[in-house]
T-cell receptor, first 116, second 110 residues
Framework: GAGVSQSPSNKVTEKGKDVELRCDPI?????LYWYRQSLGQGLEFLIY????????KSGLPSDRFSAERTGGSVSTLTIQRTQQEDSAVYLC??????????????FGPGTRLTVL | KQEVTQIPAALSVPEGENLVLNCSFT??????LQWFRQDPGKGLTSLLL???SQREQTSGRLNASLDKSSGRSTLYIAASQPGDSATYLC?????????WGAGTKLIIKP
């Protein structure tokens, strides 16, 4: 079907508020990734969902960050008590198979988060 | 720990020129290497994926090479066009997540 979609495309919030970012992966893709790209920085891995297995949360920067993937499809990244340093573009990607180091990752357009 | 470096950070050339973007990595035990293009507000687009057993991949005017022993990959763009202007990133998966270079911002002047 269509590519990876993310919503909202832009989010402006006040420091201390919670935000939820949504990702709809390509239909049938079992692997889903979240990355963060801060201004002038490279991409930073956050979390990886691999089919029905436990997610790899090793990239989450603090316990304010959490993510879930419902029904093996849609994923939500939640940031609690947002801080200004959380301002970044949050990118979601999916790939066809779990546990595959050879599949291409397909990226969504990202959500630009600005914390005032 | 894998580290990925891209040189140059920015490049501006006239339309029509052939150009080379560089990506170097510190750990040669890689599974594959990918080149992506990033356009503002449009996310990332995969351009080429080179498996560790391959030495190069071609797609249209793009050719990517891989030399694991020297920890280098190059992206060659032939006959550049203004539409090629974007940021180009290389990335490697040491596990399932990708480790990224900081990118090369390419501007093609008409």
């Amino acid at each position: 079907g269509a590519g990876v979609s993310q919503s909202p495309s832009n989010k402006v919030t006040e420091k201390g508020k919670d935000v939820e970012l949504r990702c709809d992966p390509i239909s049938g893709h079992t692997a889903l990734y979240w990355y963060r790209q801060s201004l002038g920085q490279g991409l930073e891995f956050l979390i990886y969902f691999q089919g029905n297995s436990a997610p790899d949360k090793s990239g989450l920067p603090s316990d304010r960050f959490s993510a879930e993937r419902t029904g093996g499809s849609v994923s939500t990244l939640t940031i609690q008590r947002t801080q200004q340093e959380d301002s970044a573009v949050y990118l979601c990607a999916s790939s066809p198979r779990s546990f595959s180091r050879t599949d291409t990752q397909y990226f969504g357009p990202g959500t630009r988060l600005t914390v005032l | 720990k894998q580290e990925v470096t891209q040189i140059p950070a920015a490049l501006s050339v006239p339309e029509g020129e052939n150009l080379v973007l560089n990506c170097s990595f510190t750990d040669s035990a890689i599974y594959n290497l990918q080149w992506f293009r990033q356009d503002p507000g449009k996310g990332l687009t995969s351009l080429l994926l080179i498996q560790s057993s391959q030495r190069e991949q071609t797609s249209g005017r793009l050719n990517a090479s891989l030399d694991k022993s020297s920890g280098r990959s190059t992206l060659y763009i032939a006959a550049s066009q203004p539409g090629d202007s974007a940021t180009y990133l290389c990335a490697l998966p040491p596990h399932y997540q990708l480790i990224w270079g900081a990118g090369t911002k390419l501007i093609i002047k008409p």
